[in-house]
Nanobody
Framework: QVQLVESGGGLVQAGGSLRLSCAAS????????MGWFRRVPGKEREFVAA????????FYADSVKGRFTISRDNAKSTVYLQMNSLKPEDTAVYYC???????????????WGQGTQVTVSS
């Protein structure tokens, strides 16, 4: 049974930092591209960042580029999202995702985490 378990969410003031972690089990972690999405109530889930399974190449939404950093530790089957210079508009539920497809997108995600709340106060 595949599980993606996020942690590290919470309440932070604008300008602060948080690091999200997603621990995976039940899958061959190194065979999956990993990423993060977020959702605000009433809006569609949106892409935040991804890291490729083989090359380790990273991709970011324009809204977080330069502030967020995604990384992975294949030995620990864990993906991280370091979030710096947080803004109130970053407030959302953040979801970890695993994709076995050649292209990482919401339609190629095979597994989702349960989500972790990030709240940024102004």
């Amino acid at each position: 049974q595949v599980q993606l378990v996020e942690s590290g969410g919470g309440l932070v003031q604008a300008g602060g930092s948080l690091r999200l972690s997603c621990a995976a089990s039940g899958l061959t972690f190194s065979s999956y591209s990993m990423g993060w999405f977020r959702r605000v109530p009433g809006k569609e889930r949106e892409f935040v960042a991804a890291i490729a399974r083989s090359s380790g190449s990273t991709f970011y939404a324009d809204s977080v580029k330069g502030r967020f950093t995604i990384s992975r530790d294949n030995a620990k089957s864990t993906v991280y999202l370091q979030m710096n210079s947080l803004k109130p508009e970053d407030t959302a539920v953040y979801y970890c995702a695993a994709s076995g497809g050649s292209l990482f997108s919401i339609v190629t995600v095979n597994y989702w985490g349960q989500g972790t709340q990030v709240t940024v106060s102004s």
